[in-house]
């Protein structure tokens, strides 16, 4: 098997991983910011651990992976308060489709920020992929289900923007290291929901069982194996490919949410979820490129 067809698998298990994310977050039954608080929390022994092996192989984190891993925190900890929120107004499953929107901000920030030019084909998708929003949104649909849906747009738009953000902060200040980074990025992202709790309403600090439990479990599979498992990828792929890879996430959630946890959204919601994920997967895709000998032969012809 090719490097590159390594690095794509591991993305490929990263994403099942952490699809598991937001079914878990609905089974601890805790308000989204005690979720997200201790979702970080419960990772941070494993993630120092894991940084410490890293340290002693490869040295220190550099300084400036360091503060970009701090900053990414932060951004990490705005992405799951806002979807954490998203998944109590709209389920776990659309939840995780609206935020996964991040694909095209990374792929049109990545092109300013590290020359990966998008395609003609991700222009033309980015209309149609919020359409899919508003269909997800409830606007012209009585059966829409989840709480309070166009909250949950709103909530899951901003998850996004926070992801996006975060996804190019780590494969900017990543390097060749998956442990350290993260490890500074939990650690940050631990005190900054514990900071910004009172604003997102309000989390409770003292564990209660078994919905700690869930948190448990979400803290050591999503949060540290599967975000690991990310993190290690994101410096060696086009971070678009990396976006596109992580669309596996929202289709798997959906259907564990409606197993799992009986989820049923409307036909035109499901609807949305089909044209956000085809959307997307057109608009991600590049078209290859000519070998160098049929461009020598089209040019002379």
């Not at 991700?122 to 909250?151: K, Q, R």
Request: net charge positive.
């Amino acid at each position: 098997m090719s490097a590159h067809r390594r690095i794509v698998l591991i993305a490929i298990v990263g994403a099942l991983i952490i699809s598991a994310s937001a079914p878990l977050v609905r089974l601890s039954g805790v308000s989204p910011a005690t979720s997200a608080l201790f979702r970080c929390a419960y990772a941070v022994p494993p993630m120092l651990l894991l940084a410490w092996l890293e340290r002693r192989r490869l040295g220190p984190l550099p300084f400036k992976g360091a503060l970009a891993a701090w900053a990414a925190g932060v951004l990490f900890a705005l992405d799951l308060l806002f979807w954490h929120h998203a998944i109590d107004y709209v389920g776990a499953g659309l939840a995780t489709v609206l935020g996964n929107l991040q694909v095209f901000i990374v792929a049109f920030a990545a092109w300013g920020l590290f020359g990966e030019r998008p395609s003609r084909r991700l222009v033309i998708s980015t209309p149609v992929v919020f359409a899919g929003v508003v269909l997800i949104s409830g606007m012209f649909d009585s059966a829409a289900y989840g709480s309070d849906p166009a909250m949950g747009v709103w909530a899951g738009v901003a998850t996004s923007l926070s992801y996006a953000a975060f996804l190019l902060l780590m494969k900017r200040g990543g390097a060749d290291r998956a442990a350290g980074p993260l490890a500074h990025a939990t650690v940050v992202a631990t005190l900054t929901i514990a900071l910004l709790s009172p604003v997102f309403g309000g989390a409770d600090f003292v564990p209660e069982w078994p919905a700690h439990g869930w948190l448990l479990l979400l803290a050591l599979g999503p949060q540290v194996v599967g975000w690991s498992l990310i993190t290690f990828t994101l410096p060696r792929q086009p971070a678009a490919l990396t976006a596109l890879l992580l669309l596996i996430q929202p289709m798997t959630t959906v259907a564990l949410s409606a197993v799992v946890l009986g989820e049923r959204p409307s036909p035109l919601q499901l609807a949305g979820c089909a044209v956000i994920v085809l959307g997307v997967l057109y608009g991600s895709r590049r078209r290859p490129e000519p070998a160098p000998a049929e461009r020598t032969e089209s040019s002379v012809t």
